[in-house]
């Protein structure tokens, strides 16, 4: 890594301001600079690891490293590629160094963008991807319009919306996201194959919404107005807050993350069986449910533009994969889904870069046909 580079991408990071991507790369770079760990132990030693990164960081920019600024051991260590008992540095996708280090993959395949299908309730589909930025449709006293950010914004055109509106949705498929601003100010981020039904202007006493998949809220507060998401399995009531809510139809219990302000869940098919949450916690919605602690950042790490993994089976990562990137996974023995793997990575790699990262404990393999990872021994 060139110096003069490295020193002003730390100088960002410590600063807070690097995107998720320069993010990725510095702590998967100061993982490798300080990569001494044998490959064979059972435990890593921590406290040498710490001292030996913050002794590569007082080196490079000493006035910013303060022994108080813990965060960065935190998101150092979360880049280390478990399986097993092996440990070793993630290498990411080659910012710092030349194309001559990485092996070429034919037929790479390139990360999702921003790309949904808006349906209008008259049953009229925009393709937001194709769409023109700027003012799209007027619907029920709201002006919608969209954004070269990849943003669907609407916009109250009057105090007093239609007393009665049709439902819209919006939709990403496979390897798409978006952002929609309601007309209450809440803001919703949609991951990959998720969709959002809502009203193009929220009346009566709930702003209701119907989700599938997988989206971040900030929702806009209104003491009066409740914001309610409705999932197949759960049912979740807030005045305003930020929490994020996997509900994929995929087997998996229904998630919720609260990350500020309080959320309450209750059951769908038992709607007596309900908690509230506070921050740090997850809500688990399946038979029944339960609250658990959780490192929140973990579960809003996709809305940042990463995958991050804290002991997640490869099944599960593979899921997220073949959605972020729109591929079909085949594993060729089904006890590889069960090997867990920690780590870091950017979402806006190529998807070589992702498996290149994993294949480094030696512990899996993948090959790309077409559209299809195989995953080997």
Same mark, same amino acid.
């Given at each position: ?155 109250? =055109? ?8 049709? &439902?819209? @949705? %919006? ?6 996201? *978006?952002? $929609? ?122 809305? =940042? ?8 089976? &490869?099944? @599960? %990562? ?6 972020? *990137?729109? $591929? ?50």
């Amino acid at each position: 890594m060139e110096n003069e580079r490295s020193k002003k991408l730390l100088e960002k990071y410590l600063a807070g301001q690097c995107t998720a991507k320069e993010k990725a790369i510095v702590e998967t770079w100061y993982l490798r600079e300080t990569d001494q760990l044998p490959a064979d132990i059972e435990e890593p030693d921590y406290e040498k690891l710490e001292k030996e990164i913050w002794s590569n960081i007082h080196k490079l920019h000493p006035e910013k490293a303060s022994s108080g600024t813990k965060k960065f051991w935190y998101a150092a260590a979360a880049i280390l590629v478990l399986c097993g008992s092996l440990y070793t540095g993630a290498y990411l996708s080659g910012a710092f160094l030349p194309d001559s280090q990485y092996e070429a993959v034919k037929n790479d395949i390139q990360p999702g963008k921003n790309k949904a299908i808006l349906t209008l309730s008259n049953g009229h589909k925009i393709s937001l991807d194709d769409a023109l930025n700027g003012e799209i449709a007027k619907q029920s006293g709201c002006r919608i319009s969209k954004t070269a950010a990849g943003q669907l914004i609407y916009t109250l =055109e009057s105090e007093s919306p239609a007393t009665t509106t049709g &439902l819209n @949705s %919006i939709e990403t498929p496979r390897g798409g996201q *978006y952002q $929609v601003n309601l007309p209450d100010g809440t803001k919703v981020w949609l991951n990959a194959a998720s969709s959002l039904t809502y009203p193009a202007a929220f009346t009566g006493q709930q702003r209701q919404v119907q989700l599938k998949g997988e989206a971040y809220f900030e929702v806009a507060k209104n003491k009066q107005m409740p914001f309610i998401v409705s999932s197949e399995k759960q049912k979740i009531e807030v005045l305003g807050t930020h929490f994020n809510v996997n509900a994929y139809a995929d087997g998996e219990p229904v998630r919720t993350t609260l990350a500020e302000g309080s959320v309450r869940i209750s059951l769908t098919q038992n709607p007596a069986e309900q908690g509230l949450l506070k921050p740090g916690q997850q809500s688990v919605a399946g038979a029944h449910l339960k609250i658990v602690p959780v490192e929140v950042e973990e579960f809003l790490a996709w809305k =940042e533009g990463l995958f991050m993994f804290n002991n997640e089976n &490869l099944g @599960s %990562i593979m899921k997220k994969v073949e959605r972020w *990137y729109d $591929v079909q996974i085949n594993f060729q023995e089904p006890v590889l889904a069960e090997r867990r793997f920690s780590g870091s990575v950017s979402r806006f790699s190529q998807v070589s870069q992702l498996l290149k990262t994993l294949e480094l404990t030696g512990s899996v393999h993948f090959k790309i046909e077409g559209r299809k990872i195989i995953v080997t021994k």
